[in-house]
């Protein structure tokens, strides 16, 4: 018989050699992971799980990912779980016998539905007892859950939940729960889950040998590995069965680009002027394109134009919101392209007076279902990258072929598709004008890119660098921060929060990290707007992965649920705050000043948010330009 755990806090579990490997596995170990805060605990505690499965039953590996982030489908493809509290509140009634008050009173008691459901269950006697909850059983009712569509829908997905919590024991409820609201949060992000994948594939096929720098030598390149074919074809049902038969070493022959599948931008780093771009690039030949402020836009054409796929900043497949886009695309290929896939932005157009409009203006344009004739808010594409050409993928070339190939498969049309403007030159006087030029253009500055590095996806880049005109003086960018809690207004804002405590993400430690109060700068409506947003994300308890400090201790907590973008007057180390704590002050973190919200970034998750290393290294810049403005003013 397989077995699986062996420390205090996990039972030990049996089950048959080959047989589908039990939900409890699973259960125990998001249990244990919940209770450390410790990222190479987490990673162990996964890495010992996937052994388990990989020996036992390697087809549960992939049901077994995707509880783990939580998901139950790729990103692009639009299944999603998120099954509301009323239908599990019903759900958790009839599996449990309890009626529904009682459900809510511990709900308003504990503020954890997944904490109702374990409580329920254990003082609920069953006629007979159902066969134990597999993995696999699991993600298969999680699909068909996420997938029921159409009028009686809401009672089929009750039903299926029923079934799934009669059969669960013990802590399993819990996380059945929490994971049909797609709030697992036990502190468990994604890099974690690949690289517990990349360490437990590799022991499972190589074991481990004497030589422990050796071996911890083959597990980091092992993750490189897993980590760089995830962030190039983000969808575990190519990662696992590539991994599963081929093993890290050669995984990047068999999971790469592939159309259908869109990868996350290749982001860039903020700068404060023309003199720092041209000192990190002294080395490097660069161009400079306008930064548009639009919504990304990656089209996927396939089939010599036939099909048209676009794709978010998040991976979300928006063709529905884009049939306009998707019409024009087909007519504008060159003869010899039969398959193409292009990053692009698309922004707010103005055809009479063949100008473009702000961001503000494509925000109102509707999202889903979108007919040809109802479209009020008219766009154009521009086109900045091209990263698949007939059956080639691209992202390993350099921009200038990147962008002749861009060029050669495309035509431009005005306010339909165009290429993004650019300009090639090292002269300070020239550059600073083609700033200025891209401003009264309405985007929002200049980025400027190497020309000789490939593509990477996901990756916030040292070869792209962004040139914000309205850059605060020495920090050079706005911020995306996530509201983590909240102060109850008093006055005039009594009923809607007053003011809100705002985090960071370190995706080194995953813990979010805060930074700011903001408490300023909201009209009435948009503070009620925001409590109306942010109120279903209370939380009874702060996440265990969260850092702040009792000096600064918010009325209500949140799930990290929203990003918003702060523009801030400056950074300065904070004995309350703890962003980047440990990066530039060995204990004290670093905090933002006089934050305004500009807006909601609908298009951003909350591990999008800015990082702690962003934070540390624009500190580190302000303190350089405070310095040559100091000498400067010395010398005048
Ligand atoms: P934001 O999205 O708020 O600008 P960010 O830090 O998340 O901030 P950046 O690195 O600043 O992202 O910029 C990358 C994004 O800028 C891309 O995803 C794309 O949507 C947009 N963009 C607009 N014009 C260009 C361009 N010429 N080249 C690359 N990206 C561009």
Same mark, same amino acid.
């Given at each position: 018989?397989?077995?699986?755990g062996?420390?205090?806090?996990?039972?030990?579990?049996?089950?048959?050699?080959?047989?589908?490997?039990?939900?409890?596995l699973?259960?125990?170990?998001?249990? &244990?992971? /919940?209770?450390?805060?410790?990222?190479?605990? @987490? *990673?162990?505690? %996964?890495?010992?799980?996937? +052994?388990?499965? !990989? $020996?036992?039953?390697?087809?549960?590996?992939?049901?077994?990912?995707?509880?783990?982030?939580?998901?139950?489908a790729?990103?692009?493809?639009?299944?999603e779980?998120?099954?509301?509290?009323?239908?599990?509140?019903?759900?958790?009634?009839?599996?449990?016998?309890?009626?529904e008050?009682?459900i809510?009173?511990?709900?308003?008691?504990?503020?954890?539905?997944?904490?109702?459901?374990?409580?329920?269950?254990?003082?609920?006697?069953?006629?007979?007892?159902p066969?134990?909850?597999?993995?696999?059983?699991?993600?298969?009712?999680?699909?068909?859950?996420?997938?029921?569509?159409?009028?009686?829908?809401?009672?089929?997905?009750?039903?299926?939940?029923?079934?799934?919590? &009669?059969? /669960?024991?013990?802590?399993?409820?819990?996380? @059945? *729960?929490?994971? %049909?609201q797609?709030?697992? +949060?036990?502190? !468990? $992000?994604?890099?974690?889950v690949?690289?517990?994948?990349?360490?437990?594939?590799?022991?499972?096929?190589?074991?481990?040998?004497?030589?422990?720098?050796?071996?911890?030598?083959?597990?980091?390149?092992?993750?490189?590995?897993?980590?760089q074919?995830?962030?190039?074809?983000?969808s575990?049902?190519?990662l696992?069965?590539?991994?599963?038969?081929?093993?890290?070493?050669?995984?990047?022959?068999?999971?790469?680009?592939?159309?259908?599948?869109?990868?996350?931008?290749?982001?860039?780093?903020?700068?404060?002027?023309?003199?720092?771009v041209?000192?990190?690039?002294?080395?490097?030949?660069?161009?400079?394109?306008?930064?548009?402020?639009?919504?990304?836009?990656?089209?996927?054409?396939?089939?010599?134009?036939?099909?048209?796929? @676009?794709?978010?900043?998040?991976?979300?497949?928006?063709t529905?919101?884009?049939?306009?886009?998707?019409?024009?695309?087909?007519?504008?290929?060159?003869?010899?392209?039969?398959?193409?896939?292009?990053?692009?932005?698309?922004?707010?157009?103005?055809?009479?007076?063949?100008?473009?409009?702000?961001?503000?203006?494509?925000?109102?344009?509707?999202?889903?279902?979108?007919?040809?004739?109802?479209?009020?808010?008219?766009?154009?594409?521009?086109?900045?990258?091209c990263?698949?050409?007939?059956?080639?993928?691209?992202?390993?070339?350099?921009?200038?072929?990147?962008?002749?190939?861009?060029?050669?498969?495309?035509?431009?049309?005005?306010?339909?598709?165009?290429f993004?403007?650019?300009?090639?030159s090292?002269?300070?006087?020239?550059?600073?004008?083609?700033?200025?030029?891209?401003?009264?253009?309405?985007?929002?500055?200049?980025?400027?890119?190497?020309l000789?590095?490939?593509y990477?996806?996901?990756?916030?880049?040292s070869?792209?660098?962004?040139?914000?005109?309205?850059?605060?003086?020495?920090?050079g960018?706005?911020?995306?921060?996530?509201?983590?809690?909240a102060?109850?207004?008093?006055?005039?804002?009594?009923?809607?929060?007053?003011?809100?405590?705002?985090?960071?993400?370190?995706?080194?430690?995953?813990?979010?990290?805060?930074?700011?109060?903001?408490?300023?700068?909201?009209?009435?409506?948009?503070?009620?707007?925001?409590?109306?947003?942010?109120?279903?994300?209370?939380?009874?308890?702060?996440?265990?992965?969260?850092?702040?400090?009792?000096a600064?201790?918010?009325?209500?907590?949140?799930?990290?649920?929203?990003?918003?973008?702060?523009?801030?007057?400056?950074?300065?180390?904070?004995?309350?705050?703890?962003?980047?704590?440990?990066?530039?002050?060995?204990?004290k973190?670093i905090?933002?000043?006089?934050?305004?919200?500009?807006?909601?970034?609908?298009?951003?998750?909350?591990e999008?948010a800015?990082?702690?290393?962003?934070?540390?290294?624009?500190?580190?810049?302000?303190?350089?330009?405070?310095?040559?403005?100091?000498?400067k003013?010395?010398?005048?």
């Amino acid at each position: 018989a397989a077995k699986y755990g062996k420390d205090d806090f996990q039972k030990l579990i049996t089950w048959k050699e080959g047989a589908p490997v039990p939900y409890a596995l699973l259960a125990d170990t998001f249990e &244990a992971i /919940a209770e450390t805060t410790k990222r190479l605990e @987490i *990673v162990a505690l %996964l890495v010992s799980a996937f +052994r388990a499965v !990989l $020996a036992s039953h390697p087809a549960s590996l992939l049901p077994t990912v995707y509880l783990c982030v939580n998901r139950v489908a790729p990103a692009h493809t639009g299944i999603e779980l998120g099954i509301g509290e009323a239908t599990l509140i019903k759900a958790l009634c009839e599996a449990t016998g309890k009626n529904e008050a009682s459900i809510k009173k511990a709900y308003e008691g504990s503020g954890d539905l997944g904490v109702v459901a374990v409580g329920a269950r254990s003082t609920q006697r069953t006629m007979f007892t159902p066969p134990p909850l597999t993995i696999a059983s699991v993600l298969k009712s999680f699909r068909d859950i996420a997938q029921t569509a159409g009028s009686k829908s809401v009672d089929h997905k009750k039903g299926m939940i029923v079934k799934m919590l &009669a059969a /669960a024991k013990g802590n399993e409820a819990g996380y @059945i *729960v929490r994971s %049909l609201q797609a709030k697992l +949060r036990i502190g !468990l $992000a994604e890099q974690s889950v690949l690289v517990a994948l990349a360490h437990a594939v590799q022991l499972h096929r190589h074991g481990a040998d004497n030589d422990t720098g050796r071996l911890a030598e083959r597990l980091e390149a092992a993750a490189q590995v897993v980590k760089q074919a995830y962030s190039e074809c983000p969808s575990y049902d190519i990662l696992i069965p590539a991994l599963l038969e081929h093993g890290t070493a050669d995984l990047p022959q068999h999971c790469h680009f592939t159309p259908g599948v869109p990868v996350k931008p290749m982001l860039a780093k903020p700068t404060t002027g023309v003199g720092e771009v041209l000192e990190k690039f002294t080395d490097s030949e660069f161009t400079v394109e306008y930064k548009y402020d639009g919504e990304r836009a990656q089209v996927h054409v396939l089939d010599g134009g036939k099909t048209v796929h @676009i794709f978010s900043r998040n991976s979300e497949n928006n063709t529905p919101k884009y049939p306009d886009i998707v019409a024009r695309i087909r007519p504008l290929l060159k003869p010899h392209v039969r398959s193409i896939v292009f990053d692009s932005e698309a922004v707010a157009y103005d055809h009479d007076k063949k100008k473009i409009l702000p961001f503000q203006v494509l925000s109102t344009r509707a999202r889903k279902d979108v007919a040809v004739g109802d479209i009020k808010v008219q766009v154009v594409l521009f086109a900045f990258d091209c990263l698949f050409l007939n059956g080639e993928s691209l992202l390993h070339k350099p921009l200038t072929e990147r962008r002749e190939a861009l060029y050669s498969a495309l035509e431009t049309r005005e306010g339909e598709l165009q290429f993004a403007s650019f300009k090639t030159s090292r002269d300070v006087e020239e550059l600073e004008s083609f700033l200025t030029e891209s401003v009264e253009a309405g985007t929002e500055g200049l980025i400027v890119k190497t020309l000789k590095d490939t593509y990477e996806p996901s990756k916030r880049s040292s070869h792209w660098l962004k040139l914000k005109k309205d850059y605060m003086e020495g920090v050079g960018d706005t911020f995306d921060v996530v509201p983590l809690g909240a102060f109850y207004g008093k006055g005039k804002r009594t009923g809607v929060f007053g003011a809100y405590l705002l985090g960071i993400y370190d995706p080194d430690t995953e813990t979010y990290q805060t930074i700011s109060k903001l408490g300023t700068g909201f009209s009435e409506e948009q503070l009620g707007q925001l409590a109306d947003a942010m109120r279903p994300h209370i939380i009874q308890q702060p996440r265990t992965f969260y850092r702040w400090s009792d000096a600064l201790e918010p009325d209500v907590w949140f799930d990290p649920a929203a990003v918003w973008e702060v523009k801030a007057a400056d950074l300065s180390i904070s004995p309350v705050h703890k962003a980047a704590a440990g990066l530039v002050d060995p204990s004290k973190g670093i905090s933002i000043r006089f934050p305004r919200l500009i807006r909601v970034r609908e298009d951003k998750s909350p591990e999008d948010a800015t990082s702690a290393t962003q934070v540390a290294e624009m500190f580190s810049n302000q303190a350089v330009i405070r310095r040559q403005q100091a000498d400067k003013a010395k010398a005048d």
